[in-house]
């Protein structure tokens, strides 16, 4: 079953490159680590870096740390910051506030990410308020975990909100070393106009995500769990 939904996955990918050919396009690489520092069994910094490299010239940066706290097994909340610049980027302050649950339905683990921003520009641009839903779908493979999912961006502060761009992605994920894992996905994401009829401009990614989780060998007792009394 596994591999029909891999081969399903593989031909959609094909199907959206050769579709598309017909517009403008940014082609990027996108470089990026992901950090997870265990303060206790319910306190986490969760930091990122990134790099995007577009072709034939252009480049982002990112740098993103927050507070992570895991309400439960399936549900936790994170707040934090994040910086932006580069040639193709303009240089941005952006705070955020995530809320993430997690399910499982047979062989997938279901997750429904809801992200709020706040996008303060450098260059004195009015501030913009967005709303990010991603919905993914991971499971088990022959070649690691494949996951694949959606993420459109909405603008909160216009006279009708709107769905400003829209994102499509399918990776493969591969334990590298004890609490690393490496991620290789394929993303597709188009911006959209006011009228979101048709889009602006399209760009096609490729990712390299390194997520790696650090657990101290003393962690803080903070809404730590109890031990079971002799």
């Known amino acids: 079953m596994t591999k029909a939904i891999c081969r399903i996955l593989i031909g ?15 082609d990027i690489l996108w470089l990026h680590y992901f950090n997870r520092y265990k303060l206790s069994y319910k306190f986490s910094i969760d930091s990122d870096v990134g790099y995007r490299s577009y072709f034939p010239e252009g480049e982002r940066w990112q740098g993103r740390t927050g507070l992570r706290y895991d309400i439960n097994d399936n549900m936790y909340v994170r707040g934090g910051v994040m910086y932006v ?20 339905v047979s062989i997938f683990t ?3 990410r809801v992200r709020f921003e706040q996008q303060l520009y450098f ?4 501030t913009r308020f967005r709303l990010r839903y991603n919905p ?14 959606c993420e459109p961006f909405f603008v909160l502060n216009e006279e ?3 769905v ?40 096609n990614m490729i990712r390299v995500k390194v997520s790696h989780t650090i657990k101290p060998l003393r962690t803080g007792p903070l809404f730590g769990r109890k031990k079971a009394s002799s």
């Open 164 to 203: 400003a761009s829209n994102r499509l992605y399918v990776g493969i994920t591969r334990k590298a070393y004890k609490n690393v894992f490496v991620t290789v996905q394929y993303i597709n994401e188009r911006s959209y106009n006011k009228a979101e009829t048709s889009f602006l401009d399209e760009s």
């Open 12 to 26: 959609f990918i094909f199907v959206v490159i050769a579709a598309n050919k017909s517009f403008a396009q940014d």
């Open 160 to 162: 009708s909100s709107r």
């Open 110 to 112: 279901i997750t429904q």
């Open 123 to 126: 260059d004195g641009t009015e």
């Open 85 to 104: 610049a580069g040639s193709a980027a303009r240089q941005e302050f952006r705070p955020y506030q995530d809320f993430v649950f997690n399910s499982r």
């Open 136 to 149: 993914s779908v991971k499971f088990s493979t022959f070649l690691g975990y494949c996951t694949f999912g």
